[in-house]
């Protein structure tokens, strides 16, 4: 039993890791709100940019994980 708790344990973390995916929550002036996730970007800075454009218009951003 105690040499499957260590491959268990690594498969769930492994599993756990590639089911989220890391996405942004915009709400913004007048009710508008926009959802920004990682994989509808080409790279991470393209995906921080998005992000930042919509914080620098006045958008209030928080970072959250999804299930994909």
């Known amino acids: 039993m105690k040499k499957l708790f260590l491959p268990l344990l690594v498969l769930t973390f492994c599993m756990s ?17 926009a959802d920004f996730c990682m994989d509808e970007f080409d790279s991470k800075d393209d995906y921080n ?7 620098d218009n006045g958008c209030t951003c928080t970072q959250k994980l999804k299930g994909s």
């Open 17 to 33: 890791m590639t089911a989220c995916q890391k996405c942004a929550e915009c709400t913004c002036l007048l009710g508008f709100s």
């Open 49 to 55: 940019d998005a992000v930042k454009i919509a914080e």
